[in-house]
């Protein structure tokens, strides 16, 4: 069974930059300055903005932005009950973010934070207080509400179980769960229930979020694990696995994984790996026979028809967003398709 979505050449990867008017919209919500419903209404036309902007500019799947996320990683973090999550939780909120990414600086490398304090799961590396259970499914929400005002297939992320893993205070945890794997085991059970639900909505194409795997190249990130008395490889071996679960017996399905060096306001935080071809940290556009070139280059090792063309990441993984504004994010998409057109033809 075939969907056409394992042969698409554009991709992006989730987020986009917040539009000033949710910015401003949010703040007024969070202060109790405008209701739910005038919110949701605002929301509503962020998405059909964004929607359209993608297929003006000839994406082959689409994404809602991750609108309703302050960060990319709030698919798990929100859907469940059971960590630890402190004061911050209800408090979480734009004006938070804003001041937490006060003075980035591009393509400076962004020291790893201390995630020990309190905050949002996943965001924060959090414990648990009790097992895991899914009380909520945001990317199935984020799915029906995007689906039906699209002219093209509508993809949907989840955060990857390795990045749920590096965020989850095992050391206070273990009278929840005795081990990680059984942490994870509960992790990918919950996952797979997220994307069942998915599917059966009739979302065709699962976008998996595993920035983490990086760290399993950059000697400050696995230093920093080995002072939590982990071993990185066994963390790599046991991330693996529960990709591999993850995945399993949906036919029809399409799943993608997204690897990341770090964007934090345009900045990064990992060595060791490949850039994606179009960078969202930058307003500087690359020239498009460079970018033809990259993929010629990246066919010597892998077949031509198992490659495609994306930005390096989200523009917007936090709601804050990257150092760029919405006219360079609409020129770097639309830079993504014509140099797939190039090569695919």
Known sequence: MTTGLDRIRTDVVGSLLRPAKWKEARLRLEAGQLGVEEFAHIELDCVREHLRLQESIGLDVLTDGEI????????FGLAVSGYQTGEMRAGENVRTHENRAAGGTPLARWDIPDL???????????????????????PLEEYRRAAPLAKKPVKVSLIGPDRIMQRYDHANSKHVYASADAFLDDVVEIQRRMIGELVAAGCRYVHIDEPGYTAYVDEPSMEAMRKRGEDPMQNFARSLRANARLVAG?????FGIHLCRGNQRSMWHREGVVLGLVSTKVPELEPVDALVRRVEEAAKHVPLERLAISPQCGFGSDVVGNLISEDDQKRKLERVVEAARRVWQ
Not at 68 to 75: E, G, T
Not at 250 to 254: E, K, R, S, Y
Request: glycine share 8%.
């Open 68 to 75: 309703s996320r302050l960060n990319f990683q709030d698919s």
């Open 116 to 138: 020990a304090g309190p905050g949002t799961p996943v965001v924060h590396r959090r414990p648990v207080v009790k097992r895991l259970q899914l009380v909520r499914n945001p």
């Open 250 to 254: 949906f036919p029809g399905v399409t």
